[in-house]
């Protein structure tokens, strides 16, 4: 009896082990192929800021009063001399690290230069005030060209322009309309631009000569 369960017993833990030794393997575990890892390259250094166009030395004339000589560099502005033309004389001066301004007068008549770094841009602004007799006059638009204008009363014509070479001249006919002259010289290759006003009030013929040079030399003047 005993023998028997015995031999019962073994057949049975045999017939187990079989089962577990014909089982099926287990699936294998799905592998992903990833690929081969890519760096993007680093990118190089900033290219550094353009230089500001308009450093360097420039020779201003304060119409036929006066010629200044400036240095701009970094955004700052230096007056390196002033000669005053023989009948002028210098009436006032304000210096400061990037504006100067220089006042003459003779004869009733009184020129003031102003000169500005701004942004990168070297700017001057000559404005003579003189008495409005009529008539025609010629005014050098800073080398760029030559403006005629005839006062007529409170009013100012245009006679006409001429823009030295390399230079492209534009008048604002609306200006003319109101008895006013404004004329634009441009020279795209010098990254300049000057910009001539004349007009009459209460007797006194103004005339501005305002020169950019730089950066947004070619900007629409502020009306």
């Known amino acids: 009896m005993t023998t028997r369960r015995t031999a019962t017993l073994i057949a049975a833990a045999l017939g187990t082990a079989a089962l577990v030794g014909c089982a099926a393997p287990a699936a294998p575990v799905p592998t992903v192929n990833l ?3 890519t760096t993007s390259p680093s990118p190089g250094p900033l290219p550094s800021a353009a230089p500001a166009l308009s450093d360097g030395e420039f020779d201003v004339a304060a119409a036929e009063a006066a010629t200044a000589r400036f240095a701009v560099s970094g955004g700052t502005l230096q007056l390196l001399s002033v000669q005053v033309a023989d009948g002028w004389e210098q009436t006032g001066e304000r210096i400061g690290s990037d504006e100067v301004e ?3 007068a003779a004869g009733g008549r009184t020129v ?3 000169a500005e770094v701004d942004d990168g ?14 008539g025609p006059r010629t005014y050098d638009a800073a080398g760029a060209g030559t403006v005629e204008v005839d006062v007529q009363g409170d009013r100012v014509a245009l006679v006409g322009q001429s ?3 390399g230079w492209v001249a534009t008048v604002d006919e609306d ?3 109101d008895g006013e002259v404004e004329v634009r010289f441009r020279n795209d290759a010098e990254s ?5 006003d004349v007009d009459v009030d209460d007797g006194v ?5 305002d020169t950019r040079t730089g950066r947004g030399y070619d900007a629409p003047r502020p009306r």
Request: charged share 30%.
């Open 35 to 37: 690929g081969s890892a």
């Open 205 to 209: 013929l103004n005339v501005d000569i």
């Open 175 to 177: 200006d003319l309309a």
């Open 112 to 114: 003031t230069l102003e």
């Open 192 to 196: 300049r631009t000057v910009d001539v």
């Open 121 to 134: 841009r070297f700017e001057t602004d000559v404005d003579i005030d003189e008495a409005a007799t009529p």
């Open 163 to 165: 823009a030295a070479p």
């Open 102 to 104: 220089l006042r003459f």
